[in-house]
């Protein structure tokens, strides 16, 4: 019988498994950091919680979000990792 071991992780690390194993990643981009106070030496930020995308994927408008106008690069990412491991249980040994 196969079993399934799923384990879901934040950092960039990959668990290595002895038998087959499938890594699946998903970014997400949250917060925007940008500090639109920095030319004067203050620090201000404008509240935008998530970046949306202005435009379609492969457009240059879909590195700019439409709640804030800023850049993707500005918005804290977030990488999560899915590592599926597949192994199978070794016999058993009690048919001595």
């Given at each position: ?89 070794p016999p058993n040994s009690s048919n001595r």
């Amino acid at each position: 019988m196969k079993k399934r071991q799923v384990v879901v992780k934040r950092d960039g690390s990959t668990r290595i498994c002895a038998t087959s194993s499938s890594a699946i990643r998903s970014v997400r981009y949250a917060e925007c950091q940008k500090n639109h106070a920095a030319s004067i030496g203050g620090y201000a930020v404008d509240g935008c919680r998530e970046f949306m995308a202005s435009g379609e994927e492969g457009t240059s408008d879909a590195l700019t979000c439409a709640a804030c106008g800023c850049h993707r690069n500005f918005h804290r990412r977030e990488v999560e990792t899915e590592v599926v491991c597949e192994y199978s249980p070794p016999p058993n040994s009690s048919n001595r």
